[in-house]
């Protein structure tokens, strides 16, 4: 049965999933339950999913993950799943066939598979069935293969790579070699599609996304303006709504970058003062970007607006572990740019034996040194566990003011101010020097020395930019 996906709708609220509410039989399966009534063992069965349709695509809750295999040692089949996306923990499948069945936690329609290669630098050949009920298998994607010296992980888009989006609760991924031998080496599975309308309300017309990826070869990494992003850009390796309403931003240590100057890799948002009115140029002090008031009449008459505040309210779901000691767990997650330099730049940093990480930023004089400011804990490479730290997956909001030369700093949650820092910069001549402004949120990974499949990854959840 092929279900086609309708285009994602992240600006508009959509109506619900839909599925005929009646059910097929259930069929008997492999996996058996006790009857507590009988002391037997009887097939668990699954009953007969209905097509499901719905508009947004998130990824998907994983129950389990099997295999018919024996697991070589150290190579399990829960690696897969478990999310840690390390060198060294991988399932390896050991022939030319061998299937992993990944068990979602319900049915779902389902678009979308992500896999992670060991070794993204040969191609990997594979096939994807689906099905409801363990027992009658879709064939979905026939024949695929990765990409030769990929930076990222391999996208498997059904409406593109196979027959179509299709409504089911089991993913069988089959093994079929690579370019050298009949072994694959997989770091992770993920799985995306939906089992209902999700819809997030941040506004994306005034932002454009630079994506690790390049499309068009031309050695930078890609730029998804202000248009399509706000109709409907997803890719379940970097930016893709979360379950829970959010807008989910992640990056490897590896992928392309925005230019030879920059040192590491970003899923990041750009603010368009502009909203999409490609006559106006990007950069320049015009309406697309914005001056502190402190510059001349002239410049301010000139801007898309006068002094900001950018509010954003998000988690960080995770930093990485591995690599040198001074860029281990550390991300940019907001900033304020100007031409060259970056009025400040706010970090988040968690070291894997601490439970909470740090939050600082550096304001970079204008042609001159950064200055630090510590806000909660210790930005340290050896920094103890931050007592008024924030954890992973912890929820919190900060705000990036200013007036004139006034920078303002504030982190908050659930409405109580945890910090807050007032910083001078009339010493730092933004003010002068035709220099223009404009926000960056997101995810601007500070390491490029880890593990090529580590990651940060941050959801955010508001996101306000405002002018006078």
Not at 328 to 340: L, P, Y
Request: aromatic residues 10%.
């Amino acid at each position: 049965m092929k279900i086609i996906l309708s285009a994602i709708a992240l600006m508009l609220l959509l109506a619900g999933c839909t599925a005929d509410p009646s059910m097929g039989e259930s069929k008997p399966q492999n996996d058996t339950v006790v009857d507590d009534n009988s002391g037997t063992t009887e097939p668990e069965t699954y009953p007969d999913l209905e097509p499901i349709s719905c508009s947004s695509i998130f990824e998907l809750g994983i129950e389990s993950v099997s295999t018919e295999q024996t697991d070589a040692v150290g190579f399990s089949v829960n690696y897969l799943i478990d999310k840690k996306y390390k060198d060294n923990l991988v399932w390896k499948s050991q022939s030319n066939g061998t299937s992993a069945i990944i068990k979602l936690t319900k049915g779902a329609l389902i678009s979308d598979v992500l896999v992670s290669w060991l070794n993204p630098n040969i191609s990997h050949y594979y096939e994807i069935h689906v099905s409801d009920n363990l027992v009658d298998w879709q064939e979905v994607v026939v024949s695929g293969s990765s990409d030769r010296d990929s930076l990222i992980a391999t996208r498997i888009n059904f409406d593109e790579d196979g027959t179509g989006a299709i409504t089911g609760r089991f993913v069988k991924f089959t093994s079929l070699g690579n370019e050298l031998n009949d072994i694959s080496d997989i770091i992770e599975i993920q799985v995306f599609g939906c089992d209902r309308t999700v819809t997030q309300n941040i506004e994306l017309i005034d932002w454009y996304l630079s994506v690790p990826t390049d499309v068009d070869n031309n050695g930078k990494s890609d730029s998804i303006y202000e248009n399509d992003l706000a109709g409907g850009y997803f890719d379940p390796r970097f930016f893709y709504q979360s379950i829970d309403a959010g807008l989910v931003f992640r990056t490897n240590v590896r992928g392309f970058k925005t230019s030879e100057n920059t040192k590491y890799i970003r899923t990041e948002l750009r603010e368009m003062l502009r909203r999409g009115n490609k006559s106006i140029s990007t950069q320049g002090i015009n309406k697309n970007n914005w001056v502190f008031s402190s510059a001349s009449a002239t410049e301010q008459a000139k801007a898309g607006g006068v002094d900001g505040v950018l509010r954003t309210t998000l988690k960080v779901d995770h930093v990485t572990s591995t690599g040198e000691d001074y860029q281990i767990g550390r991300v940019i997650i907001g900033q304020i740019h100007a031409n060259d330099d970056e009025p400040i730049r706010l970090y988040y940093r968690k070291l894997p034996n601490n439970s909470k990480g740090s939050i600082y930023f550096a304001h970079e004089v204008l042609g001159g040194d950064d200055v630090y400011r510590e806000m909660l804990g210790s930005r340290s490479d050896n920094a103890s566990n931050p007592s008024d730290g924030i954890e992973l997956g912890e929820t919190f909001t900060y705000e990036i003011k200013v007036v004139g030369d006034q920078l303002d700093v504030t982190i908050s949650q659930n409405e109580t101010q945890l910090a807050f820092e007032r910083f001078d910069m009339s010493g730092s001549r933004y003010g002068s020097g035709n220099q223009y402004m404009y926000f960056k949120a997101g995810v601007y990974n500070q390491n490029n020395s880890g593990d090529s499949h580590d990651y940060a990854q941050v959801t955010i959840y508001d996101l306000v930019n405002t002018h006078n």
